[in-house]
């Protein structure tokens, strides 16, 4: 059966002008963005799949920085030390030593 548009009228706040995600409260300026949210984030769906390791994802975004891991290119160094790594939010980490 085909998908049935969300109803974004149960979401709507007349006092703030916003539509916001009963799930994780995401806070949008229109009922599609909610709409495309809920359907992108909260469906289960998950139709961006990895060509090498067939793990999948619930967004483009998030297949593009997976794709890093089979990479052996680390373009994120460390000013501190001169270590690098493959993604930023572990060149972050990293920098709590130093701190």
Do not use: W
């Not at 709507?12 to 984030?41: M, Q, W």
């Not at 999948?56 to 990479?71: D, P, Y």
């Amino acid at each position: 059966p085909p998908e049935q548009p969300l109803d974004c009228s149960t979401h709507y706040s007349p006092t703030t002008n916003i539509y916001h995600c009963i799930t994780c409260d995401k806070v949008f300026a229109t009922p599609h963005g909610l709409e495309v949210h809920v359907r992108r984030s909260h469906s289960g769906m998950r139709p961006f799949g990895c060509s090498i390791c067939r793990k999948t994802f619930g967004h483009a975004v998030s297949l593009e920085q997976h794709m890093n891991v089979h990479s052996q290119e680390k373009s994120f160094e460390c000013k501190m030390c001169g270590k690098s790594f493959k993604r930023s939010s572990t060149l972050s980490t990293h920098l709590l030593i130093h701190s």
